[in-house]
């Protein structure tokens, strides 16, 4: 665990209070450790699932779909449906 020493005004110290008191926490680093959570989910690039990056090599490999020579063969294709 890292401890860190930081200055903050007035208000931040009401908000964190403020965290502290809505979620029922003990001490103002459990709330700053939910506030950086809260941003982590809402503002940072989620990491991506390794399933997911196998079926975007797969999608890259075998192409995106059917590619047809005219839009008649579309539309024979989408009609007989």
Do not use: C, H, W
């Amino acid at each position: 665990m890292v401890q860190s020493i930081i200055d903050i005004n007035e208000n931040e110290d009401r908000v964190l209070n403020i965290v502290k008191a809505k979620f029922g926490l003990k001490n103002k680093s459990q709330a700053v450790a939910l506030i950086t959570k809260v941003y982590e989910d809402s503002f940072l690039e989620p990491e991506i699932r390794p399933e997911y990056l196998e079926k975007l090599n797969r999608i890259r490999k075998e192409g995106y779909g059917k590619t047809f020579k005219s839009i008649e063969e579309l539309r024979r294709i989408i009609e007989k449906r």
